[in-house]
């Protein structure tokens, strides 16, 4: 059964960094793109973050552009977001996700095929 498990979320002021894991499991993700989304109450999933199979190409939302960072240990089948100089429109359920097969990676929610739980990030302003 494959799992991803995304842990690292909590309650910080603006200004302040958090770093969100994502432990997988069930099956290898080292030939796979994988992304980290955010969905805030009442607005729609959107787009963090993305990361190539091996890392050399990412993609960041304007909006984090600057202050998250993505990365990834394939040895560990893991995946990392750092996120530095949180503001107050960061506070979401973020989740991370992974696409099945291919290993380029993708802008679209729909292209992702294993999802995990969400961590809830929430920044006071």
């Known amino acids: 059964q494959v799992q991803l498990v995304e842990s690292g979320g909590g309650l910080v002021q603006a200004g302040d960094s958090l770093r969100l894991s994502c432990a997988a499991s069930g099956r290898t993700f080292s030939s796979s793109a994988m992304g980290w989304f955010r969905q805030a109450p009442g607005k729609a999933r959107e787009i963090v973050s993305a990361i190539s199979w091996s890392g050399g190409d990412t993609y960041y939302a304007d909006s984090v552009k600057g202050r998250f960072t993505i990365s990834r240990d394939n040895a560990k089948n893991a995946l990392y977001l750092q996120m530095n100089s949180l503001k107050p429109e960061d506070t979401a359920v973020y989740y991370c996700?992974?696409?099945?097969?291919?290993?380029?990676?993708?802008?679209?929610?729909?292209?992702?095929?294993?999802w995990g739980q969400g961590t809830q990030v929430t920044v006071s302003s």
């Open positions: 996700a992974a696409r099945r097969y291919y290993s380029i990676i993708s802008y679209l929610i729909s292209e992702y095929d294993y």
